[in-house]
């Protein structure tokens, strides 16, 4: 397949607000792929190549002067092998070593092939093919059912993997998708709501469970082999030397275990969740002790657990780790709920999760099985730009532009993220530090008083509430946002959307 191909279909997509539209112009671009093409293919168009990092930035590509080339000569295959070359490149000389890599296959593309590629390489496609879109333009591509399709893609973890098999397996193969022990699978999510008590009238009789401020993780294990994987299944087995010895330690031979880690000041409080997520990018610190906290268990010892409800999986997960459960009752009575909620604040914690004790382990999903309270309304948003500090914060990049996700296209491009306010409050200096070395890697452009950034940070945000203003283009703007703490787990199709603050209006 062409790349000039994959180009006009992205900007066919990118083009139309509609769903639909998209759904099908994926479609059949999907139908046209070759077998051995399907896997790089769907990397490129989610903007996540599938070699993963590939050790280039923003300044290194805007600094390439490449003349392009007149003709479409290059294929989806050319890009997969120049992704492989640059994620090869390292250690001593692989700066320019993917220098001329770089500039080599620059040089072979034309300019709007090349300019596809480098919003490819940096995750900023912004198509609106986002992996639901794409998901579905898969079902339909292949004629298999969505329910089927969306299944296989959460157990995967993979939607490369799953296209390929939907498209050029059986539907028995797409079927026999499931669990497998050290292949990490997407995550179950909650929904929100104001009060335990609000929670519990969703739910039903709940499992109502601590929430802490910490790092998401998946932990398999088979026989003494164990591996963690983050929010964002990334295997950061090697950071957690001690969460492995504890899972090795279980009287299990394999199993799945999700749950969450964050570590423990001197006064068996919680610490920063930065500080705890600082362990998952940087070497071991024994200064910093990781404790796991599980809340559910997807499978043991040759059973699979996922379709079986949450009271099943707890009564599992007690028997062989009661030790490292997640503090938490299980009851219908509203009074209990808030009790807890109570408790889990004054223990330092965010508030509570309340979990339908009927209902299954629905991977990767957002419903209404799991649902979140947190007396502090807090957002993910994307940082659009920031501004330069004055005063005691001269020289820093300090006031923040906050983006929300504009997931229907509805003030602004589908995918993309529409301004909703600003904030310096909540910087410390270690973090207006961080922010002054760290955005330029990630300027599109800047005047005389702000640095403006390709959407790529996630930070997470503390408001009182929303109002309406005819400042922003969404029509909202934020009430005392504060800055809780940036989230390298998240990425910006993580977001929080327009539409859930602008529903604040409503609440």
């Keep these: 397949m062409r790349l000039s191909e994959v180009v006009a279909t992205a900007d066919e997509v990118a083009a139309t607000p509609s769903r639909l539209a998209k759904i099908d112009a994926l479609a059949q671009l999907l139908k046209r792929a070759d077998g051995d093409e399907i896997l790089p293919l769907v990397g490129i168009l989610l903007a996540a190549p599938r070699q993963g990092r590939l050790g280039v930035g923003w300044r290194g ?213 930065q500080e705890t997520m600082s362990r998952f990018g940087a070497d071991v610190s024994r200064e910093l002790v990781l404790r796991p906290w599980f809340f559910d268990v997807l499978h043991v010892d040759g059973r699979d657990l996922l379709d079986e409800p949450l009271a099943t999986r707890l009564a599992e997960l007690d028997r062989f780790a009661s030790e490292w459960r997640m503090p938490g009752i299980v009851t219908d009575d509203a009074t209990a709920a808030e009790r807890l909620a109570r408790d889990a604040l004054a223990a330092g914690h965010e508030g509570v999760v309340v979990k339908g004790v009927d209902a299954p382990y629905a991977a990767g999903r957002r419903g209404k099985s799991w649902v979140k309270v947190k007396p502090v309304l807090t957002f993910d948003l994307v940082v659009l730009g920031a501004e330069w500090g004055s005063g005691r914060r001269r020289g820093w990049l300090s006031n923040l532009h906050l983006g929300a996700r504009d997931a229907d296209g509805e003030f602004v491009e589908p995918g993309g993220f529409v301004m909703v306010g600003k904030t310096f409050k909540g910087l410390t200096d270690e973090l207006l530090r961080w922010q002054t070395e760290t955005f330029p890697d990630y300027e599109e452009r800047r005047t005389a008083s702000a640095v403006f950034l390709r959407p790529a940070l996630v930070v997470e945000i503390a408001i009182d509430g929303v109002q309406r203003s005819p400042r922003y283009p969404g029509g909202i703007a934020l009430r005392f946002a504060r800055v809780k703490g940036y989230r390298p787990d998240k990425t910006p199709a993580d977001a929080d959307t327009i539409q859930s603050l602008r529903a604040l209006l409503r609440g």
Excluded at 77 to 87: I, K, P, Q, S, Y
Excluded at 95 to 106: Q, S
Excluded at 213 to 235: C, Y
Excluded at 240 to 260: A, K, T
């Design 61 to 273: 590509l805007s600094a390439l002067e490449v003349a392009p080339a007149d003709d479409d000569t290059l294929a989806v295959a050319d890009v997969d092998e120049f992704f492989e070359a640059l994620a090869a490149a390292s250690g001593t000389g692989s700066t320019a070593a993917r220098t001329e890599i770089l500039t080599g296959f620059a040089g072979r593309a034309t300019a709007a092939e090349w300019d596809f590629v480098m919003r490819a390489m940096l995750g900023e496609l912004r198509t609106g093919a986002l992996a639901g879109v794409l998901l579905d333009a898969i079902a339909r591509a292949s004629d298999r059912p969505i329910a089927s399709v969306r299944r296989a893609a959460m157990l995967s973890g993979d939607l490369g993997v799953t296209a390929a098999i939907a498209l050029t397996g059986s539907a028995e193969e797409l079927e026999a998708v499931g669990l497998v022990v050290g292949r990490p699978v997407l995550p179950m999510l909650a929904s929100t709501a104001a009060t335990a008590s609000a929670a519990l009238e969703i739910t039903g009789p709940a499992s109502v469970e601590y929430k802490l401020d910490g790092a998401r993780i998946q932990v398999h294990r088979h026989g003494d082999e164990v591996h963690v994987f983050t929010r964002s299944l990334a295997d950061v087995t090697h950071r957690v030397p001690e969460i492995v010895e504890i899972v090795r330690g279980l009287p299990v031979h394999d199993v799945i275990l999700d749950g969450e880690t964050l570590s423990l000041d001197e006064d068996g409080g919680p610490r920063p969740f």
